[in-house]
């Protein structure tokens, strides 16, 4: 059974755009196809030969041929912070992919629920990547011919903002209102570009010799070398603003209140600025503080710290 036609769903997106990047230099590109909302944004791709398509999660129509002729597919999560909608999305995607022909998927998860084993979080966000993950596993049961590798893909460092009310080092301010005090447990932060050459690897390895894939029906984390704890990040962005500025622990509405976090969590018109307070629960019960060691042995090096992607950004 050949798996080499790979396709990634979005495609132009921060995780899919980094993994569109790795890939073409791993596989010929005449077996790949990337599908994206706009694909416009996937010129350098297309001048490379690869297929590039059309399609939208919330275009039903738009997905129903988008994944033809892919034998393997590496499906990155709708973005946004809501649940149902969110595993309603991903079931029509996959379902539309499988009825394609699609053989394996391999579904970009979230860096939750600590080892890559564990089937539960607290995180609200983590509950549509959690659905999602069963739905594999359930479609794997029933088809014999379909297989799957759930990758949870750490919370990566150009993330920090979700986590620190917004905070930025170019017009920093004096105090970051969280609903946490800023000690540990930290989190395992990653380089988003990192996340998609691993993931871009994994793709590769598995293609090159799909019968000995170690990840077959499997969930991977792919992490930070280290735990950095809120407090530490924080230092981290004190530096980078050239500014003093602390934790200040709030209440779980206080954080919601505030200006700059509630436009961020809107979504179909539904405010989600208070479930995302689960997140700081899940910090404080070490759910996003498991290393994995394997992005190392993807990437071939010691992944990026979060002071330098910082510094770097």
Known sequence: MSFKKVAVFPASGGIGGSTVKHLLPRLPSKDLTFIARRPERLSDALSSGATVRQADYDDDSSLSNAFDGVDT??????????????????????????????????????????????????????????????????????????????????????????????????????????????????????????????????????????????????????????????KESVDILCKVANSPVKIHQVSEDEFAGQPQVKPNFIYHGVDHSKVWTTTFEAFRRGEAAYVSPLLGELLGREPEDFETTVNNS
């Open 73 to 230: 597919l590496f499906l990155i999560s709708y973005a946004s912070a809501e649940h149902e909608h969110r595993s309603e999305r991903h079931r029509f995607a996959i379902d539309a992919a499988i009825r394609s022909g699609v053989k394996h998927i391999f579904y970009g998860s979230l860096g939750y629920g600590g080892k890559p084993e564990n089937k539960e979080s607290v995180a609200h966000v983590m509950q549509a990547h959690l659905d999602t993950e069963k739905y594999l596993e359930q479609l794997s049961d029933k088809n014999p011919g379909f297989g799957y590798t759930v990758v949870r893909e750490g919370l990566y460092t150009e993330s920090y903002p979700l986590y620190t009310a917004f905070f930025d080092p170019r017009n920093p301010v004096s105090e970051i209102k969280i609903p946490h005090d800023g000690s540990g447990p930290g989190i395992a932060w990653v380089k988003r570009e990192e996340l998609g050459e691993g993931t871009a690897e994994l793709l590769k390895r598995f293609v090159s010799d799909p019968k000995d894939f170690p990840y077959l029906q499997r969930t991977v984390l792919l992490s930070g070398r280290r735990v950095v704890s809120l």
